[in-house]
């Protein structure tokens, strides 16, 4: 019971920033979720935010993901105008693209949780490095929409839970809680789609 007390009490005390993060990036993933362009227009307002906040709260890997982001979030704007435009669909990857996606970002988090762990006061490198790394593919297969995404999504959202209690930020750890419920719903909405497309 105390856990959610803590939590409580933390969400009450969240400041104005991380509350317009956090319902930014909700907005985005539902609106994702439905294949809806103006995801991304909420995409780039939290992840800007977001910088910022894991920048406060020594999370300096997290805030370069979330530079990233507001990138991709342009990216990912052009990318589905195009792909409206073109009457582009959603599409699956391979095993071997997965193990591969798999094996290079596992390897890449490991020396960059590596550097951080031991030359920052970096906090919780190597699960910051795994969350980074693993959403940087993830945002890309968004970007591309390979329906696949969504099952990164939910393992990187879990992990995220921890990461954010971990320094305080409660509502958005909750935040991510709810991604990865939002994040199941997303994967079921792109595979009947994605079905429906195969005819």
Known sequence: MAFFTSVLEGILATSIIEWLAVVSSVIYVILAAKRLILCWFFAFVGSFLFVYLCYIGDLYIESILQLFYVAMAVVGWVS???SASENLSIKQWGLSNHILNIALSGIVAYLLGYIF?????QANPYVDAFT??????A??????????NWIYWIVIDVVSIYLYAQRD????????GLFSILAVFGYIAWRKEYKHQKG
């Open 80 to 82: 589905w105008k195009k």
């Open 117 to 121: 762990d031991n030359y920052t006061n």
């Open 169 to 176: 930020f409660n509502l958005t750890a909750v935040q991510y």
């Open 139 to 148: 945002t890309f297969m968004v970007t591309r929409k390979i329906l696949g």
């Open 132 to 137: 980074t790394c693993y959403s940087l593919s």
